[in-house]
């Protein structure tokens, strides 16, 4: 009953977005303001409606109803309660919808500003978004409804998922359900598929923006100024969702790895990369009026990434531990990968005349000119990234190999690129919007450069020869010494002028400049983060071996001993097997580590939870591989020691930090408006 | 006694370590992964572990032959231990997964060439469209010296006295900043 | 006022730059979406012929005397093609089964029974077939011919599956998991024979 209220009213939003999305054009090219003004109310009527829809799911999910399909798939009686909400994303249909509320939410937030002076932008940005809309719950609607339940077949007494009550059937109701994937029963499930979805999600309003500049031929500045904070909170979701993907990884999937180059994980990382090059690059278009081609192209690309890469998770296409099962809406989803493509690249031919710029650039040195080639660097790795995602279809379908493209490509590939940006990193800060010279740059660049060296050095002659990693400690401190230099230069001059003391100058001069310095305290976490990946990545040492009671191994300087083993029932409808090791350093005791294995009997999937100890200079991460209470032999571990991977997520805590802080609202000084009145009231309210 | 099954391999082994190796193969059908104290040349799980890490599992997804859980990996991975054995070096351990399971197993496609060409030919296109830009958009500083030129000597041309809107540098950023946010 | 700006005339977006963006554009999507309906495509449909392939058994097994199978020597017999791993547990349900089956058809003369063993190890294979006496023909997952798995001929989509080809080389049934009961084998061979 209840489950059928649902699909009405999802089936209602669906044909209010398709009537918004028309009206909004129609109204347009008709000029009739009040039909725009319909479309618009349409709009703000989905997301309540969406949250209506997600409310009776959850309070499906949650009351163990079995004969609802997406219900039995993903949870079963023995889940805790707000496990089975966040089961809600745990399922095919079920995320889809996740993803249609987010973007109801997104489309609400941006009708609701003032639209006077943007109003020619209006009705394209409903139109784009309430497309985009309608596909993802036209999906829900024709293929994957969250609603569907499962009907017994009298004569065949065959089950199976039904929308509507066929003929000669009753509806099944199963004892219990299938329960999330134990993978997924995990405080880090809860929020890394939100935190990417979000990221995903809010993507599609700049783009929406974008188009509709190219629609209206209104293709200055405006559309941008719109959409930079739009922009840089989607960048913050998606950062934060691949991180969280990172730890996540790290604690529960019991490989000692935060990133695999998996290809879904790369499809997230893909829009993230130009990302990251559209919020540099729109720094030219403001400071200097350049790039307009650019910076629409790179808001396009993002845009389709997003959708790309969320086609292939969920086609079947890619084979991966993230992809979703197949399903019927790969050719669908094709489709309108193909229809955006397409659609947003003629667009962008048709009017690339009209991105005119007053280009020009005084010096190969200026931040411009850097700042561009921070763009080559990330549309570089893009270009590797996504070559190696598409490579094994195209060797399958040519040559009839199946290849795998695995991490050795990828770092290979990428290492240089991301060695280049760093440099880019230290040298960019130092050198002037318009003008720089090689001597300019030379004096400013000298000595971060020699105190760098000289730390290179003392790692060189104290930690590792290893040339890899002494380049990328160098690039490093570089950075870092540069970064604290511009804050310190920026407090300096604050102290003297506004005399100032140090912890007063570096607030303010944080709090005035917040998207520069913000900026800054990203590039330090950053820093940070390259710290803990060089460790683990260059200096992880691992061993495996079955030990016996009490019987010792050593890695890494630390000795493990095989103290204790137990098996027992745990909640949540698992057997629980402990083990219990002591770890020494040398002598001195560390403490015990308890690495276990869980088996869930209704998903019959077991999951390795590692026993770890974390400090700044290593972690090491103790796993139990394997035991029978049978077998004379003892258990098996599995044992690896990274070091410096803690600076990895102190630095993602930095990083959100800095992020807050980038994005934090300013008042943004808006330019001068008709009325003089109003005129005087802005510069004097003005900073 | 045991045969060994594939018509193409023949290795060539001793009966003794023959009888350690059904040994070693029947223990470990029933306990899973655990060591077993053959003589001398077992090898241990750090040396499989080294060959397994280069290898996917050719069943499950995306998964490296070192870390996967199955029960399938976990032959595989004495698979490799058994190859260790018999003193077959990694190269050869590699070609034989590549042989009967395809080359999906390995961790990168054997056809380097190709693999890499791509992306570094899109870097090199990349630069070169940027070293491009970077020509064509200097130019205009010519231009521009050359009007404020012009500019100056129409002005003592014509006796005007005191800066011109367009030499005025501040006034011309406005002129622009007002033409931006209009 | 002179504009102090650089506003070449544009003509648009170049003619043969167009034509590579869109050459790429469209190819990649064809590619993704060739590959996208094989993913789809499932198992090899019944009432398709076919292809010949050439199937080497495991020593110790052989067919006619000799140590190969080829699809096309065997015309005029029904044939049961069945792949199976050691290392999945469904398969062991139907291993009784079938070589109960093997054991009935084998002197009509009429029928052969094909074991194809799908990604798995040498000596697990073999402890397998000990352990279930399998007698029918078996051997590694491998066309000779077109030096590829025969599953992927097949496009299984998971172990155990048997397929079952009429004596002119039609395919007539696939059978996906476990075949674990006699009668249904029976009621699936019978039709064929006539």
Partial sequence: ?687 | MTKIFFPKIKATITNYQLLSAILCTFILALTIDSQVFAQGTTPTDDEVNKIAKQLYCPVCESTPLDVCPTEACRQWRDLIREMLTQGKSETEIKQYFVEHYGPQVLNEPPNRLVTYIVPIAAFLLGAFMLFRGFQAWKKPIATQSALMEKARADDRKNGRKGISPIQDPYIAKLEEELKKRS | MAELTNTAPRRGVPIWIQIIIWVFLVGLLVIVAVQLNRAQEGTVQPGSAINDFTFALFEGYEYNGQSQIKLSDLRGKVIVINFWASWCKPCEQEAAALQAAWKEYESTGQVVFIGADYVDTPTEASIYLKKFNITYPNGEDRDLQRKRPLSQYFRITGVPETYFIDNEGVLRYVHIGPLTSLEDIRAQIDPLLK
């Fill in chain 1, 1 to 687: 009953m209840i489950a059928n209220l649902g699909y009405g009213i999802l089936t209602v939003t669906f044909l209010v977005t398709l009537y918004s999305a028309f009206a909004a054009i129609y109204g347009e090219s008709k000029k009739i303001p009040a039909m725009v003004e319909s479309a618009r109310r349409a709009m703000l009527l989905t997301w309540p409606l969406l949250t209506l829809t997600a409310a009776i799911l959850i309070y499906l999910l949650v009351n163990n109803h079995f004969e609802v399909q997406f219900v039995y798939e993903v949870t079963s009686r023995s889940m805790p309660t707000y496990l089975k909400v966040t089961a809600w994303w745990g399922g095919q249909a079920g995320s889809l919808l996740f993803w249609s509320w987010l973007m109801s939410a997104f489309a609400s937030l941006v009708t609701l500003r003032k639209w006077d002076r943007d109003r020619e932008f209006l009705p394209w940005v409903i139109f784009v978004a309430c497309i985009t809309m309608s596909f993802f719950i036209g999906m829900n609607v024709f293929f994957e409804n969250p609603f569907a339940q499962l009907y017994q077949n009298q004569t065949t007494a065959a089950i199976a998922p039904h929308t509507f009550q066929p003929a000669n059937s009753i509806l099944y109701i199963a004892p219990d359900g299938r329960g999330l994937n134990p993978l997924l029963r995990h405080p880090g499930m809860v929020i890394h598929p939100p935190m990417l979805y979000l990221g995903f999600v809010s993507f599609v309003m700049p783009y929406a923006f974008a188009i509709a500049a190219l629609i209206t031929g209104r293709t200055d500045d405006r559309w941008i100024r719109l959409t930079r904070r739009w922009a840089l909170w989607a960048w913050l979701f998606l950062s934060f969702g691949l991180v969280l993907g990172g730890r996540w990884a790290y604690d529960v999937l019991g490989w000692g790895g935060y990133w695999g180059w998996d290809p879904v994980e790369i499809a997230a990382f893909m829009p993230w990369l130009t990302g990251t090059a559209f919020l540099h690059s729109v720094m030219i278009q403001e400071k200097r009026g350049m790039l307009k081609h650019w910076n629409m192209l790179l808001i396009i690309l993002t845009y389709d990434l997003v959708i790309f890469g969320t086609f292939l998770t969920r086609s079947g296409v890619l084979s991966s531990v993230h992809a979703f099962a197949q399903s019927a809406i790969g050719p669908l989803f094709m489709g309108f990968v193909s229809l955006t493509l397409m659609g947003s690249v003629a667009l962008i031919i048709y009017r690339w005349d009209s991105l005119k710029a007053e280009t020009e650039m005084t010096s190969l040195l200026s931040r411009e000119a850097l700042f561009l080639l921070n763009n080559l660097m990330f549309i570089s790795i893009l270009v590797v990234c996504f070559w190696g995602v598409i490579f094994p279809l195209i060797s399958e379908l040519f040559t009839g190999q199946k290849v795998t493209v695995g991490p050795p490509f990828y770092e290979r590939a990428t290492g240089p690129l991301f060695a280049a940006l760093m440099l880019l990193m230290g040298i960019a800060p130092l050198s002037a919007w318009g003008h720089s010279t090689v001597r300019t740059l030379g004096r400013a660049i000298w000595k971060p450069t020699v105190v760098a060296v000289v730390i290179t050095v003392a790692i060189f002659l104290t930690y590792t020869h290893n040339v890899y990693a002494l380049i990328g400690f160098f690039l490093v401190a570089f950075v870092i010494l540069v970064t604290l230099y511009e804050y310190w230069r920026g407090a300096n001059a604050r102290q003297k002028t506004q005399k100032e003391n140090i912890f007063t100058a570096l607030w303010n001069l944080t709090a005035r400049n917040r998207r520069r310095y913000g900026g800054y305290i990203i590039h330090l976490s950053m820093m940070l983060m390259a710290i803990g990946i060089l460790g683990i990545e260059l200096f992880q040492v691992e061993t495996q071996g079955t030990l016996e009671i009490n019987q010792q191994t050593s890695v890494g300087g630390y000795d493990v001993i095989y103290q204790d083993i137990a098996r027992f029932p745990g909640p949540d409808g698992r057997e629980v097997t402990r083990a219990v090791v002591s770890v020494y350093k040398g002598s001195e005791y560390l403490g015990e580590l308890h690495p276990r294995i869980d088996y869930y009997f209704d998903a019959q999937q077991t999951m390795t939870i590692p026993g770890q100890r974390s400090t700044l200079k290593d972690d090491i991460y103790v796993l139990l591989v394997n035991w029978e209470p049978a077998s004379a032999t003892g258990a098996t571990f599995k044992i690896y020691i990274n070091p410096l991977v803690n600076w990895l997520w102190l630095g993602s805590l930095l990083f959100l930090v800095g992020i807050v802080i980038a994005a934090w609202p300013e008042k943004d000084p808006e330019p001068v408006t008709v009325r003089a009145s109003r005129t005087v009231q802005q510069t004097s309210a003005a900073d």
